[in-house]
């Protein structure tokens, strides 16, 4: 095992925020006017540092030794609770929430990068901060201030942890089929009863108090979509002491996931006794709606755990390439010379190359999307605030599918380099492969993402939105072309499949104007596929145009070779799966269940 | 868990034996003239029995309780000693070998996908099997009389099990760099020294004795591939009197894989205390030349196991999307409607079909390469014998790695159909998908099977095998167009495919008889990629027409939509794949390590 795995590449990091996302410009918002490049680049520093002294030395002892249930209670890896509290004290938790609830006011774009690091040393132990994080804003965006007070300082202090509760074993993913109930109280609260799984930091022994963001319907509520509300339920509530006293919160079991082995995932059972109280976070009947906040941050939050898990494999598969020898040049016939490293293959460089165009070109596509977030909330311009709010919404079902599909494909990749040693457990990458794989399951599977983005965000967006993403792809491309040394056949080929991706949008969206919903819907994941290769490739045209700008060195030279590598490798593939979306096959569509 | 799985649609099975393979012609070699269709599908239903009663009944319980090191020897899952048993009664070890040998001279063709089933059931306790086999078969080959009555007898009998023992710890893939020592003696024997490392089966408890076939140099032999010679190296041997007795093989260790974990995989350290005793088995240094016949074997075993792992997941998920409920048709408003099964939704719909693809197609492609087996040792014309031999060396390497590399996609698809579930291990997809990342590694990985397909296979064959493969593959589309119902557009396409891979092929040898070997075989994964897909259609168009001669049914319909599907979906990146191997990118060939 290569210990001195560096997680991300700091070059990597530096060039995407500065040369590519020029994240000094967002301190032009006055929200972000306290800050300086120096202040950003110090919290990266903070949190590479942890990463690599602390979360990543721990990371295969708590994959080794995962959450146990003992007297109803989840007992966690002892580390959790110091590594936690070390994440607490780098300002993990409020990196991006504003001083007045105790945060450093930081870009999201900014944070995202640099929390990379921790998730790529130990998604788990990460794990623990992004939920807590997301249930904590959800209560600062939409509690009373009450409920801030109760809960949320509490979170942001670290003192207790949060999580989401959405799921239900009967609904799973069908989210109208919420059944969980909650019953008014005239003491301000309300009684909560019903069964919750896969909760991620469901319960643990980390911190000495959980809160739930639990969806539930208030009795009588309307069906489906809008019949349902949000609750803060905590494991512990406050009796009229002060004191903190059972709620009423069970785990009805621990699921044995097969990676994220260090943070649990656990059913819940609320209110067995009637005596669970939750508090209205937001209006009622609008808890899917307030929720939407943190599951888009909860997506963002999987599409920078899977590139970062992504791009750990990568740089551990690229150091044994490098240290392992193993064979001969295939123009090589004499036996007395001495073997060659690995990465003399160019099979091997294949496999390298590929992971980093999808690891670097996944952790681009968070940056740039985490730029969209910070403009669409504190640009002084109300277009801009608008236009980047719609990007973000656009893009975010490829932020999350793309590293995590594409990543899995990179950590397979990371494994086979290893030979008989990556299918053994003594090496890392099986275990980052384990990992990899909720990514495209958890907060929306792949195929819920592909009718997202067609449905709601393309279609439903009304060609509006596709527009806007396709002239920010063009200016850019435009920008691009003009620089010394970027290579113009590429990006013609780039703005081709651009056209070719809108001209197929405009072509399913007319079948949806035609009622032929199934025939617009039909081929959404490769949809998605080909929206993720154009918006991958827009991004490695960005960064071609700024390493060009560069002096030369085998940094530039990389990024140069991976950005062509995309656009001669996947580009072509976007036009394939368009005449896939268009109809050149309707066999599953029209397949019957007993012909399957 | 669906515990009722088929692990294979007997239907399929049938069908490919019978009406795409014409399994029962093979009876008109007088080496299989014993046999008629009954007695073909009696083996089959022997093995599906005993696959489903007793082999997966045992499948978790052995993937749970991986095999232990105790004072130096293995100990593996009691379940392991009675399963071999039942494996040897009912003929597994040697049924394709003559019944001079005790086999039941089966064609390979129907012992292949008989024991697919073995294989889907529990591929670790089917390990046993096929490797015991093999061992004995290089004796039966290659070995005196007094080896086989000796060695090659208590294999196929049972009573001993085998092993190929290849790697070692400095040399991995690369078998030029073998250093375990054969030194003469003047008894016969030859005393081996050296370290083999990834030895399945390579030290257990389940049978008396385990004999190691072993790759070794004689003193003073050349190096490289062809100064190694073939040994068999059992871990007790008969003394003068006939008892047991120890041979120096010691276990220096057992890797803890990720998957196959009912069989153990073992390093050995052979001749610590130089008295480890070894039968040269074949001429001396030709022993990379007779193993070659039981890698053969085993890269298709390997395929087997690959498409039938894929298959038992496919079953499962297919079951699962059936009875579980979730969520409603995308064009479905009123949330008072109760949810749908998943395979109601076309994205489940289309994971199903692309699994069912990969797996047909994958377990007829194996079926076709068995026949070729068949056809090139026992046909009575030697015309037939030399083409069906050829055509066997060139599809090894796609029957070995189309079933690893797209399995573990099928195998993904199931895990992901699963949801939630599907990421924790009291569902069985996960532990499928960790079986099946192996069969890219083992016997020879998916980059190797590139440079054995393009270099060895296709260009120093010279032409004349591939213009052999063209000729089959186009004899079988101008039979499937003739045929009514199978779409005449779909079968140009495929046709299409293969005469740009056969172009493609002219251009690379090209390069190559003009001194560019690295733009040769720079692509030559992209090669293989392209030369399976074509592979694959060119199956799905035999089962096209073998399915539209029969009455229309739900089964036919499925094959039909299968085929379809394949050739609308794969066929066209052959294309692009095409493109690639000749230039479009040369980004991994000209990188330099530090740009990676």
Redesign the interface.
Known sequence: MASDNPLIRDRFVDFLLHDVLDVTSLTRCPHFAEHERETFDLYVAACRRLARSRLFPTYRAMDEAPPRLESGRVIVHAEVKRLFRELVDLGALNATRPTSVGGQQLPMTVAALAHAYLMAGNLSAYGYVGLTTGAAHLIEAFGSDALRSTFMTPMYEGRWSGTMAL?EPQ????L??VTSSATPTSEGHHLIRGSK??ISGGDHDATENVVHLVLARIDGAP???KGISLFAVPRLRLDAGGALVPNDVHVSGV?????WRGLP?VALSLGESNDCHGWLVGPPHQGLRCMFQMMNEARIMVGLNAASTASVAYLES?AYA?E?T???S??EKD??RP?V?L????????????Q?AIVEGALCVLGAVSRYADLSEHSTDADERARSQKLLDLLTPIAKTFPAEKG?EAN?LA??IH??Y?????YLP?AW?RDQ??N???EG???IQ??DLL?RKVVAGGGNTLALFADEVLADLAEAEGVSGVDVASIATTREALHRLVALTATLAQRGVAGD??GM??H??DYLEAFSIVVVAWQWARMWAAAARREED??V??IV??A??WI??EV??VL?LA??CEG??R??????????
Do not use: C, N, W
């Open positions: 799921t609904a799973g993913s069908s109208a089929d799984i896969f069906r489906g979509t699921i044995h996931k097969i990676g995932s690229l490098k392992r193993q064979g001969r295939i123009t036996a007395s073997p490293a990465v003399a293959h160019a099979d091997v460089r294949r496999m390298l190359l590929r980093k899995f397979t494994l086979q030979g008989g990556g299918y053994s457990s003594e099986e492969l794989k909720l495209s399951i958890h599977t792949t195929g592909g009718l449905g919903v199934e819907m039909g959404s994941a085998a940094f030279r990389g070779r991976a062509r590598y001669a490798t072509p593939r394939q005449a896939l050149a096959d066999s599953y569509l029209d397949a019957r269940e007993d012909e399957l």
